[in-house]
């Protein structure tokens, strides 16, 4: 997956995008969700995680966990880390939910600035390309990929300045290879000049409730 960011590096901070309305489709159902509206009201029980020495930090509800694991492999938590289902109810239940976020550090220059929106017809064929990587069998696409620009939650940095990230959202709905329900998964880009921060986010559309707000973790992704 990391060999697709390499050729597209400069693209990332080479050009700009305007809002756009979304579609009904990309708006369908409870868990295919459009996450271009304003502020999210983050819950009181959620936590806050610094990640990849402190560069950058998320806040996730308590029924997602970060785990050392992806698979039977061992995170390098200097290059990213994963968040998975927690049972804290206490009801013995297991639900596939996953958030894989994967830290890139270059030169200086490389990546957009926070606050630059970073989508245009090349971005789209170069985030495209990522979401084949990504699935590899396109027809398990049931609907997208579709992509956007968005915003975080505004924040006040180090220096008690208001300021909020832009973000490039990619989003679609997939067959699950389990044969269960549909998935539904987004993946966000957020640039920071020689970093970026690629958040994979995904769960069964059946499980829409459990997991509705997880999605708009991304509104509480900051650079430190």
Known sequence: ?????????????????????????????????????????????????????????????????????????V????????????????????YHSRVAIDYFKVNQGTFAKPDEYVLNSDMYFALDKM??????????????????CSTTNQMFDKNNKLIRTHFLDTYYRRKSVTGDSPVSVHIYIMQNDDKMV????????KDSLIFKDLFQSVKTFEWN
Request: proline share 5%.
């Open 75 to 94: 995170i390098n938590k200097k290059r990213g880390t994963n968040f998975a289902f927690r049972d804290t109810t206490n009801s013995q239940k297991h």
């Open 131 to 148: 979401v084949d990587e990504e699935i590899q069998d396109r027809n398990l696409i049931l609907n997208g990929p579709f992509m956007d």
């Open 1 to 73: 997956m990391k060999k697709v960011f390499v050729s597209i590096f400069i693209l990332f901070s080479m050009f700009g995008c305007k809002e756009r309305i979304p579609s009904e489709i990309e708006l369908y159902g409870n868990t295919f969700i459009n996450i271009r509206s304003g502020k999210f009201d983050v819950p009181a029980d959620w936590v806050r995680y610094s990640l990849m020495d402190s560069a950058c930090s998320i806040m996730m509800p308590p029924n997602m966990k970060e785990t050392p694991l992806d698979g039977i492999n």
């Open 198 to 205: 690629k958040m994979m986010v995904a769960y069964h559309d």
